[in-house]
């Protein structure tokens, strides 16, 4: 069942944290709508698509989707583009790095023509006539061809896989010292490196920003939650940055 990020007369924002199956990674998924349209980000695979659709189409029409975003090529995020597209007249947004991977997820050749490349430096696109939705450059955090959302009507930035937890047991962070070991360990090792993540905080504090909503886990909700995982992510050192010859050993 879906709950509420936010909500006013014209636009929501819902969000689903429970309908991914107890073997696989956990993983949200997020509807924004605006007045008579709908935005659907990284809405998962097989196992979640019958029950994700079944409760965005009591909000909003599968008909008046009219985005499906991808914010890059993993399968907890593109494994039932098929039958999104499919199913309503949505297209599908995704980096140019990945158009030619959908098809092995099972992508009909009749819809490709609906899977819309997105350049490096991002795009804009409208929701509902005048919500003007900002796809953002994520490269690096953790895939090469990876995009965020920054949704200017609810000041929500939808982050992926930055800012995911695994194994705590509550939606929203409350205490953000203690949430660290749950952040960690994954962002240790799937992010590419701190040079990364130092310019995207540069770049994310342009943004009036009250949730970042990340594609697993719990969400950072006011904005001195936001800026404490700001801070807190612009001087970790991951990925290769931990690298050393320790890494490259032949086993024996």
Excluded at 60 to 89: C, E, K
Excluded at 190 to 207: C, G, H, N, P
Excluded at 211 to 221: N, R, V, Y
């Amino acid at each position: 069942m879906h709950k509420l990020l936010y909500k006013d007369k014209n636009h929501l924002v819902a969000y689903y944290e429970e309908l991914t199956p107890a073997s696989a990674v956990q993983a949200n998924q997020y509807l924004i709508v605006h007045k008579d349209e709908g935005m659907l980000l990284d809405p998962g695979g097989h196992k979640v698509f019958t029950k994700l659709l079944s409760d965005v189409s009591t909000l909003i029409p599968p008909s008046h989707i009219r985005y499906v975003f991808l914010s890059h090529q993993d399968p907890d995020i593109v494994a039932a583009i098929n039958g999104w597209l499919m199913t309503t007249g949505a297209e599908a947004l995704i980096s140019k790095l990945w158009i030619r991977f959908l098809p092995h997820f099972g992508l009909d050749s009749k819809l490709e023509n609906r899977v819309v490349p997105i350049d490096d430096r991002g795009t804009v696109v409208t929701l509902g006539g005048d919500c003007k939705i900002l796809i953002i450059p994520a490269h690096f955090m953790h895939s090469p061809g990876n995009f965020q959302v920054y949704d200017p009507c609810s000041k929500i930035l939808f982050s992926g896989d930055l800012g995911a937890s695994l194994g705590q047991d509550y939606i929203f962070v409350e205490d953000f010292d203690s949430h660290i070991k749950y952040m960690e360990p994954f962002h240790r090792r799937y992010m590419a490196s701190s040079k990364v993540l130092k310019l995207w905080a540069k770049m994310v504090r342009q943004l009036d920003i009250e949730i970042i909503a990340p594609q697993h886990g719990a969400i950072f909700k006011g904005k001195k939650m936001v800026e404490r995982f700001i801070n807190w992510i612009e001087n970790l050192q991951v990925g290769v940055d931990l690298v050393s010859e320790e890494t490259y050993k032949i086993p024996v």
